[in-house]
């Protein structure tokens, strides 16, 4: 490594740029596959809505009924309806499989022989998956909003407690909704990368990172835990939903993002420590 190291023209700096990572993350099939499925998500919803009859009125209006008012109240479901499980999948896959993927390849100890730098190459990682995630998920509203507005046009958004926003204002809160989904999903995806270096099954890591968080959802609707369900991460996911109000309550949407914040602080740094104590052998 000393060698290596010393080589003219050698800068550790310069290792595995992040253009190159994301040109070769782009080139995965798992990769176009999940901006396809994200995509195509929408399109699902209008024809599921297309084919199931009307029921009969309940007197009282929710997010189902409201979804068919407007391409905004469209997007508001669609958001609901996949931000508790394939929103949470897609940053556990962008992250999980980062580091897995190359071990399960007998590709990461070539890397490192480069020489990349440990701390470096995770953290070049992290960022390509971090924007990946984050145009997966905000892929999400903006198709829904453009399935939404040919389907059922751009009126106003109706929430189920009476208020209505704009369809200008109600697709700006909308796509806000989005980055808070995204800021909140950091834990899992530090958790992904935790999982991630400490194993070579890629499919390990992402699904450990997503059975955490359906165990932590199931413990947050357990009403005798009481205050401690306020240190769960997934306690403040819906916290976007006041983003819909017109006068927005940021109490529960900044202690969210405080809670995901520290989470990914922590596992992130073991992440960090674990990987660069790793005996990489593949």
């Known amino acids: 490594m000393t060698a290596v190291a ?7 700096n310069h290792t595995l740029p992040l253009r190159v990572e994301l040109v070769r993350q782009l080139r995965r099939r798992r990769t176009q596959v999940t901006f396809g499925l994200v995509a195509l998500l929408p ?10 009859d009307d029921g009969p009125p309940t007197g009282s209006l929710n997010l189902v009924d409201l979804a068919k008012g407007s391409a905004a109240n469209f997007a508001v479901f669609a958001l609901f309806a996949s931000a508790g499980f394939l929103l949470v999948v897609v940053v556990a896959l962008f992250f999980g499989d980062t580091v897995a993927s190359e071990a399960s390849w007998s590709s990461l100890r070539y ?7 440990r701390a470096r190459l995770l953290r070049q ?19 829904a909003l ?30 806000l909704g989005g980055v808070y ?6 834990w899992v995806a530090a958790l ?30 357990i009403t005798a835990l009481e205050d401690l369900r306020n240190v769960l991460p997934t306690h403040y996911a819906n916290a976007w939903a006041a983003l819909l109000a017109q006068q927005v309550d940021w109490g529960d949407i900044t202690r969210g993002v405080f809670s995901a914040v520290l989470y990914a602080a922590v596992l992130g740094a073991v992440a960090v420590w674990r990987f660069g104590r790793k005996d990489v052998t593949s």
């Open 6 to 12: 010393s080589t003219t023209g050698y800068r550790p």
């Open 43 to 52: 399109v699902i919803l209008w024809i599921a809505f297309e084919l199931a």
């Open 111 to 117: 890397l490192l022989a480069a020489p990349i730098p």
């Open 125 to 143: 990682k992290a960022i390509v998956a971090a924007a990946l995630s984050l145009a997966a998920i905000l892929l999400l509203p903006v198709v």
């Open 146 to 175: 453009l399935v939404g507005s040919l389907a059922y046009g751009t009126g106003n958004l109706v929430t189920p407690t009476g208020e209505s926003l704009s369809f200008a204002t109600a697709a700006g809160r909308v796509l």
């Open 181 to 186: 989904i995204w800021v909140h999903l950091i």
């Open 192 to 221: 992904a990368m935790l999982l991630s270096v400490s194993t070579d099954a890629p499919l390990g890591a992402v699904g450990g990172a997503v059975m955490v968080s359906i165990v932590s959802q199931i413990l947050d609707q």
